[in-house]
């Protein structure tokens, strides 16, 4: 074993170094489900920023120091304080906001969303499609493209008013119908926060041939 190490060391070290990388500065992270549609699709491979907030000591959520401030409107990787997986979500409110859903309307202390034209399309649900609805969502200055599907039933399109603690945040998806975000598993600490998302590195469409979506290839996620 040990000549064994030996003759690999060069290549264990770059293992190690690679893992720190990794776990520390930057990060990638493949895209399993439609909670974040039509923003980013199952097949999506997003760059992510480990150093957009914190610095970590490595495999663990300890932090060292601070580097930035989530922003309304980031989208972020995180470990869920409900089971500990890996989620992808978009920040929508932090410390200190008072959040609210009104019949699918977000309203962030007191200032409700403004939403734009309506287009009607069709969205995969298990093994076949139904009607969905995007909208441009406005607010706080910024904005972003939602969606909403009517024939899933959800509990949660009226939430809140919520107070979102301190140094905690809340998390949607895009998909506001069929996301498992703050709605279900609860605020989110800031020491389970482990990215923003920047952009799309690689995309293929995994519901259909494996087709390269070339065009998503390094689409930006920053509004």
Known sequence: MKDLIRANKGFIAFLLLFGVFRTAVADWNPIPSASM??????????????????????????????????????????????????????????PGD??????????????????????QVMEPLGDHKVPALRVNERIDGRMRQVQFVPRIKTPVRNFGPVTVPAGQYLMLGDNRDNSADSRYIGFVPRNLLIGRAERVLVSADTLGNWTPRFGRFGHSLRD
């Open 37 to 94: 549609r039509p923003n980013l699709l199952e097949g999506d491979v997003v760059f992510v920023n480990r150093l957009a907030y914190d610095v970590k000591v490595p495999l663990t959520n300890n932090i060292l120091a601070h580097t930035g401030e989530p922003q309304r409107g980031d989208v972020v990787t995180f470990d869920s304080p409900q089971d500990g997986m890996r989620l992808i979500k978009r920040l929508v409110a932090v």
């Open 98 to 119: 008072v959040v609210e859903l009104r019949n699918e309307r977000l309203v962030i202390n007191g200032q409700e969303a403004q939403w734009g034209p309506v287009e």
